[in-house]
């Protein structure tokens, strides 16, 4: 007998030994991983792909530079998460050109021949790029620019790209608008002697020769060796002498425009400013700044300008809400039309690059990107942006829309008119009548529809009601329009109201000086497709659309007034809602955002007219979509209180079992134990299958009910297991399995949880 016991106890010594060998096996195993992953993390940083941003990051103009790099970091911060290019990561290489032409040669030099860099971001001027352009060229390395407009820079150079469209476009863009939209029967030109404000204002000179546009008098400048504050003040005074001076045309960069501008204001000379890119970017905005309050307001100096533009936030898609925001999020301030083109210059860029074969030298791969560059040459197979669809005709210019912007309150918003380019005006069915009516312009051969923009606003009071299992909430908001010309709001339809909703008694509306202001309170239910693959952790959002019923996107476009809801006020978006309580604090969810935004919602077809019935036809039919989306989460917390608690007593309840002799009469207790675990788990998980609707996909919910079945179902095997062990005498083996399971189920609960963390926290 005494033998017999110290066999038992030497067999169990022995199986304790063995499980601090297999936890030292486990413990080097775990090493030995990690050492690995850092090995390979190694070699995976030896092998990142490398792109070039060039620009002013120091000096007069370094905060356009700044916006450079900031547009393309966030870019590449947002595809390396998402696992970069092929599995390899992305790594930016910043360069410091100051905006000098000298600089700019020596850097595109180091980067085209002393670098690994598969593409170039840049330069800021085209006066710049056109210098380091003739580098990239020589030695074969794409390059894209998100700001450089003469048509130089791209003509004749086969390796540059750009993803806004080239002075020339604006310059033609810029007289129509001047003479047919803002009425201006003359106009003055000061222009900067460079690539940018020469082309400019050729094309300018140009279309208002074909206008009828009267060019009373044209200055240049040559911000490099002239006595610029001298020019400007001779032309201030000359336009202050006339009576009746017209419109003043700016082709000059944002320093110098700036720097006339403060002059023509402080004189008081009471004309119609319109400007290229330059005073319609942020870097313009930025030269008012400094100026003390109590003298001037900025907005004093440029309120009621017009300018050419490639990004604003208010006539935004919802692509570009989530660029501001993730932007915001990452650098803490709103980003400007820089960030934005530096974004899909770079979004682009890195898209041709993952097209591109790898292998070969940099030179082979740098080839393959350009020529991927090529591929987006039409609407077909353009690249959609944050700043709009991007594609490229034979010279590397992106062939897109731009908006006219006008300064209000100092924010750039979209003007009340815009002007879009007609491609093929003979698959217009009715094009006589809308010339007739003046919804389309003619200029020379070229067609443009005149639409109309309808500052929309909304402020949301409550939210309520919200029916996850029907897939619908109630809302009660307040809805306002501010236009010119007229309207008719009781055609203004909500797409996803459960029951139609009427426009028709405002609570306040007037007239004033030709602009029409309109608003609305809206109480309402509308209908919402929620998604449940992450329930009980599921974010949703719930949504109010509306467009008009006739008028399409070319006549009408609807934009998010920023003024009327002081997005810019200080304030994020999210902010005023919470604020004012839209969501029961202590319901089931807690609100994140809200985004306003504006899109096209399109529909191809001929609408039976015998007119369409041709190849060339245009049958898109396109109507302004005003959306708001507000993203709310499921109170987690509340659902673990209420649901997961209780499933976890009854892992503690199954995992108890395994404490209970498995021998004799308590065997019985002990499987009732684990059976009546497992019942009452399914029978949760039935219960919380009927809170959700008729679903054809698991959720998360469901993956932890069936860890928590094999979890139950573990210690019943194992039970049985040494059940059968006891009777056949293995006293070894049943130890071990006893000691298997009270080790094993808390390291799998631990290991299901960390993953759920991971995966929902």
């Not at 000298?102 to 170039?120: C, P, Q, W």
């Amino acid at each position: 007998m005494g033998t017999l016991r110290f066999g038992k106890a030497t067999a169990l010594i022995y199986a304790l030994s063995g499980l601090k060998i297999c936890r030292v096996i486990r413990a080097l195993s775990s090493v030995i991983v990690v050492v690995l992953m850092l090995l390979i993390s190694a070699c995976a940083d030896d092998n990142t792909l490398q792109i070039a941003v060039i620009g002013p990051m120091s000096g007069k103009d370094h905060a356009a530079g700044q916006a450079m790099l900031d547009g393309v970091n966030l870019c590449v911060a947002e595809i390396n998460e998402r696992g970069g290019v092929d599995g390899r990561k992305l790594e930016v290489l910043a360069y410091d050109d100051q905006n000098d032409k000298d600089i700019a040669r020596e850097k595109a030099r180091k980067v085209a021949r002393d670098s690994n860099a598969l593409v170039v971001i840049g330069h800021y001027y085209s006066s710049i790029s056109l210098e380091a352009g003739k580098i990239y060229k020589q030695h074969g390395i794409p390059a894209v620019t998100a700001s450089a407009t003469a048509p130089e820079v791209t003509e004749g150079n086969k390796w540059y790209f750009r993803v806004v469209p080239d002075t020339n476009f604006q310059g033609r863009f810029s007289a129509i608008y001047t003479h047919r939209i803002l009425k201006q029967d003359a106009v003055n030109i000061v222009f900067e002697r460079d690539a940018y404000g020469s082309a400019l204002q050729r094309s300018f000179v140009r279309t208002a020769d074909e206008l009828g546009l009267r060019i009373k008098s044209v200055w240049g400048v040559n911000s490099e060796t002239d006595d610029v504050d001298r020019i400007l003040k001779t032309i201030t005074q000359e336009l202050q002498r006339d009576p009746r001076p017209g419109a003043l045309f700016v082709g000059l960069q944002d320093l110098e425009a700036a720097r006339l501008v403060r002059l023509v204001r402080d004189t008081g000379i009471d004309l119609t400013v319109v400007g290229g890119d330059a005073l319609g970017s942020e870097n313009f905005l930025r030269r008012f700044k400094d100026i003390s309050l109590a003298k001037r307001n900025p907005a004093h100096y440029t309120d009621g300008i017009y300018a050419t533009t490639f990004f604003i936030r208010d006539i935004g898609n919802f692509k570009a809400q989530q660029f501001n925001r993730a932007f915001k999020r990452r650098f803490g301030r709103d980003p400007d039309d820089l960030a934005a083109t530096s974004f899909d210059a770079a979004a682009i860029a890195i898209e041709a690059i993952g097209r591109a074969k790898s292998g070969g030298d940099p030179a082979q791969r740098r080839e393959r990107i350009r020529s991927q560059l090529t591929t987006f040459s039409n609407i077909e197979t353009a690249y959609k942006g944050v700043t709009g669809r991007i594609y490229f005709d034979e010279h590397g210019n992106a062939m897109k829309p731009f908006p006219f912007g006008v300064y209000l309150q100092s924010k750039l918003i979209s003007a009340p008119i815009q002007l879009k380019p007609i491609v093929n005006p003979e698959a217009i069915a009715d094009l006589d009548k809308k010339l007739e009516e003046g919804n389309i312009l003619v200029i020379d051969d070229h067609f443009m529809y005149k639409t109309t923009v309808i500052y929309t606003g909304i402020d949301i009071n409550e939210l309520s009601n919200i029916d996850s299992r029907n897939g619908t909430f109630s809302a009660d908001f307040y809805l306002w329009f501010r236009h010119r010309g007229s309207l008719d709001y009781s055609k203004i339809e909500f797409l996803n109201a459960a029951k139609d909703i009427h426009l028709n008694d405002a609570i306040m509306e007037m007239d004033i000086d030709a602009v029409s202001y309109s608003a609305y309170r809206v109480k309402g239910d509308f209908q919402e497709a929620f998604t449940f693959r992450d329930y009980p952790f599921d974010s949703q959002t719930l949504s109010i659309r509306f467009r008009h019923k006739n008028l399409d996107s070319n006549r009408l476009l609807f934009v998010a007034d920023d003024i009327g809801m002081q997005r810019d006020g200080g304030k994020a978006p999210v902010e005023s809602p919470i604020k004012h309580s839209i969501l029961d604090p202590a319901g089931e969810w807690h609100l994140q955002d809200v985004l306003v935004f504006s899109d096209i919602s399109a529909t191809d077809s001929t609408l039976g007219n015998p007119r369409m019935f041709h190849p060339t036809a245009d049958t898109d039919i396109g109507y302004s979509r005003f959306n708001l989306v507000t993203e709310i989460q499921r109170n987690a917390k509340s659902y673990a209180l209420k649901n997961l608690i209780p499933l976890f007593i009854i892992i503690l309840l199954g995992y108890a079992m395994l404490f209970v002799s498995p021998q004799g009469p308590p065997f019985v207790a002990r499987m009732n134990l684990g059976v009546t675990a497992l019942l009452t788990a399914i029978l949760l998980s039935i219960k919380t299958a009927g809170q959700l609707p008729n679903i054809g996909y698991l959720v998360a919910i469901d993956y932890i009910y069936f860890a928590t079945y094999a979890l139950i179902l573990s210690g019943i095997v194992i039970s049985v297991a040494e059940l059968i062990a006891n009777l056949r005498s293995k006293d070894i083996l049943a130890t071990r399995l006893e000691l298997f399971g009270r080790v094993f189920q808390p390291f799998f609960l631990f290991a299901a949880i960390g993953i759920f963390i991971y995966l929902y926290a």
